[in-house]
């Protein structure tokens, strides 16, 4: 599997974007870069992935580097509620025994503050 | 968390009963899978099937079974509880196995082996 690196916590005042960057340089060309965040034991929740292009839905902006070797994680205005464990994963694309599964690495603990 | 249900959601066993952890999603996805989350740690992925029929080991597969009679259910039984196997337990699924499908995860089964 790619292995991902983020830096272990990270704050972020409420209201503000919140920037979570991710590196990724053993990436192959046709694995895509998941995003998921998990708060207090709860269930890890999806919030976006992407291939090559940039990607932007109701949760998160993805920002990806063109030589996808990093990528960013936006939340365009941060709230108490973001306050989560986030993990960058790299999923591989085809067969052999790491197919299908996501590899949760330790994630960036993101603080959010009044 | 879009359409996976887990019961029971808390359990505690004694060290050698057996018992089935539940799973069901009404996505109709044809990939569902197993992970355990020990303290501090990322998720292990237990077991997991990409269609009805059809299952395969993960990474942490020893003392767990699965089957996959139905798309809708993919019940985990432990056959003979050990206190190794307290853990929280996630059920995912996903439209197919395909790194492009995005998998979602259920709430969680908090499993105590004394």
């Known amino acids: 599997d790619a292995k991902t690196t983020q830096p272990t916590s990270m704050d972020c005042a409420e209201g503000r974007a919140a920037n979570l960057p991710c590196n990724h340089s053993?990436?192959?060309?046709?694995?895509?870069v998941y995003w998921y965040r998990q708060i207090h034991s709860q269930g890890p929740q999806y919030i976006i992935h992407?291939?090559?292009n940039n990607e932007t839905n109701e949760m998160a902006s993805l920002i990806i580097t063109e030589d996808r070797k990093s990528s960013t994680l936006i939340l365009p205005h941060a709230t108490l509620r973001d306050t989560a464990v986030y993990y960058c994963?790299?999923?591989?694309?085809?067969?052999?025994?790491?197919?299908?599964?996501?590899?949760f690495g330790q994630g960036t603990i993101l603080t959010v503050h009044p | 968390n879009a359409g996976v249900t887990q019961t029971p959601k808390f359990q505690v066993l004694k060290t050698g009963q057996s018992m089935t952890l539940q799973c069901a999603q009404d996505?109709?996805?044809?990939?569902m899978s197993w992970y355990r989350q020990d303290p501090g740690m990322g998720l292990r992925l237990i077991h997991y099937?990409?269609?009805?029929?059809?299952?395969d080991q993960g990474e942490v597969p020893n003392g767990y079974n699965v089957s996959r009679s139905t798309t809708e259910d993919f019940p985990l039984r432990l056959l003979s509880a050990a206190p190794s196997q307290t853990s929280v337990y996630f059920c995912?699924?996903?439209?197919?196995?395909?790194?492009?499908?995005?998998?979602?995860f259920g709430e969680g089964s908090w499993l105590t082996v004394v």
């Open positions: 992407g291939l090559k």
């Open positions: 099937s990409v269609g009805a029929g059809i299952t």
């Open positions: 994963i790299v999923r591989v694309a085809d067969g052999g025994t790491s197919y299908g599964k996501l590899t």
């Open positions: 996505m109709n996805h044809e990939y």
């Open positions: 995912a699924s996903s439209y197919s196995i395909g790194s492009g499908n995005t998998i979602y």
């Open positions: 053993t990436i192959s060309g046709n694995e895509y």
